[in-house]
């Protein structure tokens, strides 16, 4: 991906510099407003692979979407209702990547809404796990 993004940074500022009004650039401000569109388009590409990095891997693609859910139900006021679909998560799989992901977004939304002891339990629950998984 990164390759590509290089060739087509290349690509683009070529362009721009072939094509556009500017290409006849004549002060410092007409090439800061060419550097900024093309930081701009840089920032787009970053985005972009980004985006494909997260969507490559579904364990990464997994816990984003559980963040999703959660903005979701928070910006409707409801962050505590994202806690049942996070233990139906955990009542699914057995991937420890996305139980540990599970049991810091469940702890985080509990201690945010003042269910601190519970949070707590939660956290000694996946602690367990790890430590189980690791051998003692």
């Not at 510099?17 to 840089?42: H, V």
């Not at 702890?107 to 939660?122: F, N, Q």
């Amino acid at each position: 991906m990164n390759m590509y993004k290089q060739i087509a940074m290349g690509a683009l500022a070529s362009a721009v510099l072939a094509f556009s009004p500017a290409a006849n650039a004549q002060s410092a401000d007409d090439l800061r407003t060419m550097q900024t569109f093309l930081d701009i388009m840089d920032s787009y590409f970053g985005i972009i692979e980004s985006t494909y990095e997260i969507s490559s891997d579904v364990e990464k693609s997994a816990i984003f979407q559980l963040q999703k859910i959660q903005e979701v139900y928070e910006e409707r006021g409801e962050k505590a209702r994202s806690i049942d679909i996070f233990r139906e998560v955990l009542q699914q799989t057995d991937n420890p990547t996305i139980r540990n992901a599970v049991y810091m977004l469940i702890s985080d939304t509990l201690k945010e809404t003042g269910r601190t002891d519970e949070a707590i339990k939660i956290l000694r629950q996946g602690l367990s796990e790890n430590i189980a998984a690791a051998g003692k």
